[in-house]
């Protein structure tokens, strides 16, 4: 699974091995790769990112491949395919009103390591089958995680979802620059408010560097 895994993180090409008869994910060997995987990663990003959360990381990484899986083998039923999948982690009351905005903020930062895949996934998820249950669970993610998913057609954001992006330099930058190259603007209104609300955030932070 691990080379599977620095397949897609490298090239961004999904391979999965089947859900049922592949071996289980290790969490041990997942958070080795991710920790080294990261470092790497960090180091090409525009700015300094927030720290890695290892947990909020293993599990975005167990959750999409998961879906990769589902995705891939698709001969699969509705009950089977929505089985395991989880649109936050179990211990979710880390990041409640409690938290701290950089906390938060690194949350977001970790699980986008792999959920930043999400738009091809849901992409490659509609080509096969417009239909497919998979994508409530997608939808789902992508509500949950705006980071990941500003490259995505998508409902105008909450600003309080937002706020612990924006606050950060480096994922705002991240989030601007993928909301603005996701192409030009649907005619639903929402989309449009998005790309609209992102150029200003762009200029703001312009003025502010």
Same mark, same amino acid.
């Given at each position: ?137 997608? =939808?789902?993610?992508? %509500?949950?995680?705006?980071? !990941?998913?500003?490259?995505? $057609?998508?409902? *105008?954001?909450?600003?309080? /979802? ?18 603005? =190259?996701?192409?030009? %603007?649907?005619?639903?209104? !929402?989309?449009?408010?998005? $790309?609209?609300? *992102?150029?200003?955030?762009? /200029? ?6």
């Amino acid at each position: 699974m691990i080379r599977l895994l620095d397949e897609l993180w490298h090239t961004g090409r999904l391979v999965a091995l089947h859900p049922v008869a592949a071996p289980e994910m290790n969490s041990d060997a997942i958070a080795d790769w991710l920790t080294r995987a990261e470092a790497e990663y960090r180091e090409q990003l525009p700015s300094v990112p927030p720290a890695l959360d290892l947990s909020s990381a293993v599990w975005a990484t167990q959750q999409f491949y998961r879906a990769a899986q589902l995705m891939v083998y698709r001969e699969l039923g509705e009950e089977f395919i929505l089985t395991g999948l989880e649109t936050e982690p179990t211990d979710a009351s880390r990041f409640g009103d409690a938290a701290n905005a950089t906390a938060i903020a690194s949350i977001h930062y970790s699980v986008d390591l792999l959920f930043r895949f999400l738009p091809d996934l849901e992409r490659l998820t509609k080509a096969a089958s417009p239909t497919d249950p998979l994508l409530k669970q997608i =939808d789902a993610w992508a %509500a949950r995680w705006p980071l !990941s998913s500003a490259r995505m $057609k998508r409902p *105008a954001e909450i600003q309080e /979802k937002l706020e612990p992006i924006l606050r950060d330099r480096c994922l705002r930058i991240m989030y601007i620059e993928r909301v603005l =190259d996701s192409g030009p %603007a649907s005619a639903d209104e !929402s989309d449009r408010w998005n $790309k609209i609300n *992102a150029q200003y955030e762009w /200029k703001t932070f312009d003025r502010q560097r």
